[in-house]
């Protein structure tokens, strides 16, 4: 059967839609993108925030309709928003064929005449046929419990996946050209606690069992650590990974805000002056280390002196790449009930101050790579305007820029011996916004 696939929410969410898309090949399906040829239609779903429930509503309501149409058969919802709203859902979408909790692969697998082993585990295929570039979901679930989250209500605790079967994914899909693993968790510093690990441990665990696993594909092969949390990542932990050939020197270090008094409204306490001096210490051990965050605006309790002191914070830090959103009163979280509520178009006129500033300091990073050398994974040979366009080790997929490799005006650019997956080297010329350009170097 051909299958329509949508894949909505955070590389946490492709990673389990392109599990669930292995088992459905394994079991006889094809993943396609043409209505015409698609007789069902799966969406993993995200329920994160409202403005995410929204979106996924929405989206299942064109699922539905092309199902009254009569242009697929099936329909299967899937994912964040079943766990969270799962009675409300069937309420309101009756003509829903199957909803399915996160994880809950063998239910879509069975309903669609499939055969479902608890014990085989396969790696990933992707959606997207980008195979050089390969998620590896480390965790699932989180115990930190922020006062705004709701990730431990619809994910549950923490559950570290075993070492062994992640090194067994991780062979098998940099075997099959999966140069890039992308290790994604909730907090990628808490792996192995749930075994009794201390935090770190367990990732420095399994950072070294993946470097040896991975050493006949050394020279072109990279790890990307996604999502650490501040208050775990130390001097030790930094020292450790800039040892490490494979892992990137970037890191995602999502810290919400820089003021004490929000973090702890947050049930995010950090000690005094830990963020300024971790981030101080990874600059100072490699000046072009690449640096992302996420920053929360509008959170119950955040004044203009706070906000003020927090774009302060930024731009002491430099962050070469920044995500920021605006608080949502979630219901069933702690924070949702919290004095001080700051006025939704106060909290979006942050974010766009944030925004503005962000841009300037992207760009002046992306300034100090001029006259550099970058090692580039190619993802697009766009021949229309005659550009190759990649990623370096400072961009992850699909939330950060690109590098685009112009031709050199000196001669063509040589695209036959270069395609989607490869590794090039190229000279930087210039930055604008989020992105680089250059040449490359034969």
């Keep these: 059967m051909q299958i329509l696939f949508y894949s909505m929410g955070c590389p946490k969410n492709t990673a389990d839609s392109e599990h669930l898309a292995r088992l459905l090949r394994l079991n006889g399906h094809t993943i396609t993108k043409s209505l015409r040829n698609a007789r069902a239609a799966i969406i993993n779903t995200c329920g994160f925030i409202q403005d995410a429930v929204k979106e996924n509503i929405n989206a299942i309501l064109e699922l539905e309709e092309l199902k009254t149409q009569k242009k697929i058969k099936k329909l299967i919802v899937f994912g964040c928003l079943v766990n969270r709203y799962e009675e409300e859902l069937r309420k309101e979408f ?5 909803f399915a909790r996160s994880e809950d692969f063998e239910s879509v697998i069975k309903f669609l005449d499939g055969e479902f082993d608890p014990d085989f585990f396969p790696f990933t295929t992707p959606l997207d046929n980008k195979f050089w570039t390969r998620y590896l979901k480390i965790s699932e679930g989180c115990n930190s419990r922020c006062s705004y989250c709701t990730i431990p209500s619809i994910r549950g605790p923490l559950r570290s996946v075993p070492m062994e079967k992640l090194i067994k994914e991780a062979e098998a899909l940099n075997f099959n050209g999966g140069w890039e693993l992308c290790l994604v968790g909730q907090d990628l510093t ?46 030790p932990l930094i020292d450790f990974l800039l040892e490490q050939k494979k892992v990137l020197r970037y890191l995602d270090i999502p810290i919400q805000h820089s003021d004490p008094e929000i973090l702890k409204l947050m049930n995010r306490p950090c000690p005094k002056g830990h963020l300024k001096k971790i981030f101080k210490y990874i600059r100072e051990a490699d000046p072009e280390f690449a640096l992302r965050t996420t920053i929360m605006t509008g959170f119950p309790g955040e004044t203009e002196e706070k906000f003020e002191s927090l774009l302060e914070f930024i731009s002491e830090v430099e962050f070469d790449r920044l995500g920021v959103f605006v608080f949502s009163p979630e219901e069933g979280t702690p924070a949702a009930k919290l004095p001080g509520q700051v006025p939704h178009e106060v909290a979006v006129e942050r974010c766009n101050r944030i925004l503005e500033l962000q841009s300037r300091i992207t760009e002046e990073r992306g300034e100090l790579f001029i006259g550099h050398e970058l090692k580039v994974l190619v993802e697009e040979l766009d021949e229309e305007n005659n550009v190759v366009i990649g990623r370096s080790f400072r961009d992850a997929p699909d939330i950060d820029g690109v590098v685009i490799v112009e031709p050199d005006p000196e001669r063509k650019l040589r695209k036959k011996i270069v395609k989607p997956g490869d590794f090039i080297r190229v000279e930087i010329t210039r930055s604008e916004g989020p992105n680089l350009y250059g040449n490359r170097i034969y």
């Excluded at 009756?94 to 199957?98: E, I, R, T, Y």
């Design 94 to 98: 009756p003509s829903v064929d199957l």
């Design 190 to 235: 808490v792996y192995g606690q749930d075994f009794k690990l201390k935090s770190n441990t367990g990732l420095k665990n399994l950072l070294s069992s993946l470097d040896s696993a991975l050493e006949r594909n050394a020279h072109r092969t990279w790890i990307r650590l996604m999502y650490l949390h501040p208050n775990r990542v130390d001097e």
